[in-house]
């Protein structure tokens, strides 16, 4: 059952703006707001943990009473348990409607930090979900409403689930959406004349912005107040994506979950644009 918003906090700055994002979300959504926090220790209880473990009950529910504060009429649950961060989220995300995490900044140079948990909770999560960065990381903190919504998308790959949700995510917002895919001449072409490559790229941009177009189509039909506008540029997938994400409040990016000899892990273009695109990321599974 998708019947909730559920937000990891553990009393951290980025996790608070996490939660302050899922409140919005949950009230544009009309759904309740559940708050999930972790108890990190393992059940032998070190020294001293039970104070610790105290204030972070004590915070759970600061930081509940503070939501439902500023957001009048929302649900809001928090629920503090003694299990391991990884399993907890996941477990939750098998009845969410979306999960929301925050990540904190590592500077302008190297970009944001997805941590352990966030990370497997990314490749293996059965709903969508949102990385938030945190507002003293120099993201500024959005309203909800207006605000643009960019998806990044492969017509090659079109996915449902991502459209969908970025669609849905517009409306709610009655915010323009941006639909970008990035293309790259085939391997090889650079050694071809100036005036055959200049013919071949442009045939292949009107290619590729056909495709996007019929991709796009059935959804312009559904959500017809949803101004659209697509971009297909030329270039690398990530740094494209990336680039142009710069001009958007929440991008949207499907992940098909990889097995490799390191286990589960995520491509290279969400891997960038988690690590670099300031905005809330949204990460569709794509299965």
Known sequence: MNDSIIAGYDCSDASRAATDWAAREAGLRGLPLELLQAWPWPPGR?????QAERWGREQLAVRADQIRTAHPGLEVRAHHT???????????GDRAALLVLGSRGLGALRGFLVGSVSQQV???????????????DGQPEPDTAGR??????????????????AFEAAALRQAPLTAVHAWSPPAGTEHMSFGAIGGLEDQL?????????????????????VPVAAES???????TLVDAAARTDLLVVGARHRRGPLG???????????HHVRSPVVVVPTR
Not at 46 to 50: F, Q, R, S
Not at 82 to 92: C, E, F, I, T
């Open 233 to 239: 540029l030329r270039g690398h997938a990530g740094i």
């Open 264 to 274: 589960a892990h995520l491509g290279p273009v969400t891997h960038a644009v988690l």
């Open 148 to 165: 643009d919504v960019m998806v990044g998308l492969d017509p090659a790959r079109p996915c449902d689930c991502v459209l969908g949700f």
């Open 82 to 92: 003694a299990q391991d961060a990884v399993g907890l989220l996941l477990a939750a």
């Open 205 to 225: 941009a009107a290619t590729e912005r056909q495709r996007l177009d019929d991709a796009l189509a059935p959804w312009l039909d559904r959500y017809p107040d």
């Open 46 to 50: 070190p020294l001293g943990t039970g």
């Open 122 to 136: 990314l490749v293996r999560a059965a709903c969508p979900v949102v990385l938030v960065r945190n507002p003293a």
